[in-house]
């Protein structure tokens, strides 16, 4: 089966600074990569997904790219905010609306 | 526009006991999902129904059923508890025929002692 590795698994930036979670995959059927962020106690909740056939993806300060060859897809937090702090999961799906298989998550710790 | 639902926030079980969890997709899914996340790690799949049947289960043994509704709500059901069974259960909806997005209900945080 699919299994995703994502590292690192605790993150400290400044307030300011960019951050980056990097994340591999092992099935090359997978060709859908969500990115999911859960504060204390909540749901986790999606902030950003590429499809395979795209490369990368922006959506104001967060951004995702994708390496099919290589089997890996990274998130990009530009301007970190104290509120981006949380636990970051990315997952991979071999097919629209199947499983998700995820990785064990990123603490992201945004100082001030 | 509700989102997805999930009953009840919390449960202690006793081992060896059986516990049903409920969840109501947003409005407009038809497809439900049931992830386990024990603490500190990322949310293990279970199983997908679609139209009333399960349509693609994880790694999880039969002690794990399920169930789907005609109005798309379902149930996750575990016997024989195990302390290991301990985790937030999430409940998580898509369209079947649609994106690719899977929405998470809050979860169920399920004690087993």
């Known amino acids: 089966g699919e299994n995703v590795e994502q590292h690192p698994s605790t993150l400290s930036v400044q307030e300011g600074d960019s951050a980056v979670i990097k994340c591999t995959y092992s099935d090359s059927a997978s060709n859908y990569f969500p990115w999911y962020k859960q504060e204390l106690g909540k749901r986790p909740q999606l902030i950003i997904d590429?499809?395979?056939?795209?490369g990368e993806k922006k959506d104001q300060r967060i951004a995702v790219t994708l390496n099919k060859t290589a089997k890996h897809f990274s998130l990009h937090i530009t301007e970190t905010q104290p509120e981006d702090s949380a636990v970051y999961f990315c997952a991979a799906s071999p097919s629209s609306g199947y499983a998700l298989n995820f990785g064990k998550g990123t603490s992201l710790l945004v100082t001030p | 526009d509700a989102g997805v639902t999930q009953s009840p926030t919390h449960l202690i079980k006793t081992r060896g006991q059986q516990v049903t969890l409920r969840c109501s997709p947003k409005?407009?899914?038809?497809?439900v999902s049931w992830y386990q996340q024990a603490l500190g790690q990322g949310p293990q799949f279970i199983f997908q129904y679609y139209e009333e049947e399960e349509r693609q289960r994880g790694n999880f043994p039969d002690r794990f059923s399920g169930h789907q509704f005609p109005n798309y709500s379902s149930e996750l059901n575990v016997n024989a508890l195990l302390l290991g069974d301990s985790a937030l259960y999430l409940c998580?909806?898509?369209?079947?025929?649609?994106?690719?997005?899977?929405?998470f209900g809050p979860g169920t945080r399920l004690t087993v002692t």
């Open positions: 409005s407009g899914h038809d497809t």
């Open positions: 590429i499809r395979s056939n795209v």
């Open positions: 998580a909806s898509s369209f079947f025929s649609g994106s690719y997005e899977q929405y």
